[in-house]
């Protein structure tokens, strides 16, 4: 822990760069936590062992030479006078309330000690799991598992502003501009993007803690195929006709049958000829939304703009 500072701090400085930054509160937490509280300890087991030990060390030092001092001189002697004898019977007994005091004194500090190194060991464990929960979240190979952070942080905090201010289409919008930042390879953009909005996916489960990351563990509930975390606020009208539909999981199957569509874009229209046309709403969003797909494949969209595009094209 306390040859860690830079660490951390390289850690923090990279959690607070990256894409999903604002769903790391609790990582960060645990990082500024060691941070203050590895400075304090360190600063209180400085002065401890300078006002403490120090002293006593010294004093240990001094008794064990009047010691050697009373054991080497006159009353080292085999035989002495009574006057010696007695002196050094006095003697004796001063050196043995020393001793005890010391003693007394050193039980103390095996005490404090103790107190400081297991206050040293819990956070050195906080910090261990700082450390790895940073390095994984960061780690590029863990995205996915991080984007489903960032999808339930971003619900949560829709789900926190009062209800006629919630806004789906945008939610939609800013979690696809979050991937994009750190995906730009466009297969895993839209795999990611779609799968992790449709369907149920196993939790977040690479990270480590106590107390239990609850945004984590709590992904699970929010997410399924017939999820609430999503409705149709804040699509434009033309898009939906029941605003509790889940116009988002709608979209993204639509956008990810338009991105595997072979065909040309006059065509992309035919590929949802099976959705009833009576359900105008659903059809014209599964239009725009194969259309978006077909060109993110072809490159006239990017992982990079996906999100701007979601906000201009369907969001009122």
């Known amino acids: 822990m306390f040859d860690g500072r830079a660490q951390l701090e390289a850690l923090r400085d990279g959690l607070r760069a990256d894409a999903f930054a604002d769903a790391y509160w609790i990582f960060l937490d645990d990082i500024d936590y060691v941070l203050q509280h590895g400075g304090d300890l360190l600063d209180r087991m400085s002065a401890w062992y300078t006002s403490v030990c120090q002293p006593l060390i010294g004093e240990q030092q001094r008794y064990e030479a009047a010691v050697a001092g009373h054991n080497g001189g006159e009353c080292g002697a085999s035989e002495a006078p009574e006057d010696v004898v007695a002196r050094c019977a006095a003697r004796k007994t001063e050196l043995d309330a020393w001793k005890a005091n010391l003693e007394r004194r050193g039980t103390d500090v095996e005490r404090q000690a103790g107190v400081l190194n297991a206050e040293g ?56 501009t979050a991937l994009g930042r750190r995906v730009t390879n466009q297969d895993l953009f839209i795999d990611y993007l779609v799968r992790n909005v449709v369907e ?26 017939r999820t609430e975390a999503f409705n149709a606020k804040g699509f434009k009208k033309t898009f939906y006709d029941n605003i509790a539909e889940n ?14 569509f072979t065909g040309t874009a006059a065509q992309v229209v035919s ?21 978006m797909g077909w060109q993110l494949r072809r490159g006239r969209l990017t992982s990079a703009n996906f999100g701007a595009a979601i906000e201009s094209r369907l969001c009122d």
Not at 146 to 152: G, N, Q
Not at 155 to 169: F, G, M, P, W
Not at 220 to 225: I, N, Y
Not at 272 to 291: C, I, N, T, W
């Open 121 to 176: 060991a819990d956070l050195d464990a906080i910090f261990q799991r700082a450390v790895l929960n940073a390095s994984n979240l960061l780690d590029l190979d863990h995205t996915e598992q991080a984007f489903r952070l960032y999808i339930f942080h971003a619900v949560e905090l829709d789900k926190s502003t009062a209800s006629q201010n919630r806004d789906s289409c945008r939610v939609f919008a800013r979690i696809a």
């Open 247 to 260: 116009q988002v999981r709608h979209v993204a199957g639509y956008m990810r049958s338009g991105y595997g």
């Open 200 to 225: 149920r996916r196993f939790d977040v489960n690479f990270f480590t803690g106590d107390p239990p990351l609850e945004p984590v563990k709590a992904w699970g509930r929010e997410f399924g195929s």
């Open 271 to 291: 590929l949802f000829s099976d959705v009833p046309k009576s359900e105008h709403a659903d059809y014209r969003l599964a239009v725009e939304g194969g259309q």
